[in-house]
T-cell receptor, first 119, second 112 residues
């Protein structure tokens, strides 16, 4: 049973950089896309971006080039960094596995991390 | 971006009765391979969303048979044959045809 466990700072100040890391346990890192999604009361569920097991990335244009997803294949971990955060980036952040090739949905999800941005 | 519109926003249901949620997309989600790239997720209170249905009508592993998905093109439906108390939560549709992946606004299912 694949499990995703994430960690990172939960309280940031405006203009700081958000950094979250997700570790994959109990399954292969290869063959999947590793995704970040956030959920806020105002915007609902929002796809942030993804990285494939080969390292190719895609991002939501709404991030305005502030986001970077990287991975450490040897540790089966992937990381989200988002620069210049504002209150609008306050949300619960989830890391998720995607089997994009088979289009078989986003599964599993991590438990999520609440990130709060204050001035 | 593809806009996903769900209805209703709220759905009070009686246990044992059927329920139906609609999702409409601003563009066709039919891939050239013949599959519709729509998923359905359920977010139970205090939990992360969980996958119910992918490719419009395929149940994910472990999902009870009372859940079914249908539709093609721009109109999709999630049906619960007989609602159980454990089905309460917010249901979301999502398109995975083209990035950025986008979600509907959610339908809150609650017991009457």
């Amino acid at each position: 049973q694949v499990q995703l466990q994430q960690w990172g700072a939960g309280l940031l100040k405006t203009s700081e950089t958000l950094s979250l890391t997700c570790a994959v346990f109990g399954g292969s890192f290869s063959g999947y896309y590793w995704t970040w999604i956030r959920q806020s009361p105002g915007k609902g569920l929002e796809w942030i971006g993804e990285i494939s097991h080969t390292g190719s990335t895609k991002y939501n244009p709404s991030l305005e080039n502030r986001g970077t997803i990287s991975m450490d294949r040897s540790k089966q971990q992937f990381t989200l960094k988002m620069t210049s955060v504002t209150a609008a980036d306050t949300a619960i952040y989830y890391c998720v596995r995607s089997n994009a090739a088979a289009a078989s949905g986003l599964d599993p999800w991590s438990r999520g991390t609440l990130v709060t941005v204050s001035s | 971006d593809v806009v996903m519109t769900q209805s209703p926003l709220s759905l009070p249901v009686t246990p044992g009765e059927p329920a139906s949620i609609s999702c409409r997309s601003s563009q066709s989600l039919l891939h050239k391979n013949g599959y519709n790239y729509v998923d359905w997720y359920l977010q139970k209170p205090g939990q992360a969303p969980q996958l119910l249905i992918f490719l419009s009508s395929t149940r994910a592993s472990g999902v009870p048979e009372r859940f079914s998905g249908s539709g093609s093109g721009t109109d999709f439906t999630l049906k619960i044959r007989r609602v159980e108390a454990e089905d309460v939560g917010v249901y979301y549709c999502m398109q995975s045809l083209q990035p950025p992946l986008t979600f509907g606004g959610g339908t809150k299912v609650e017991i009457k």
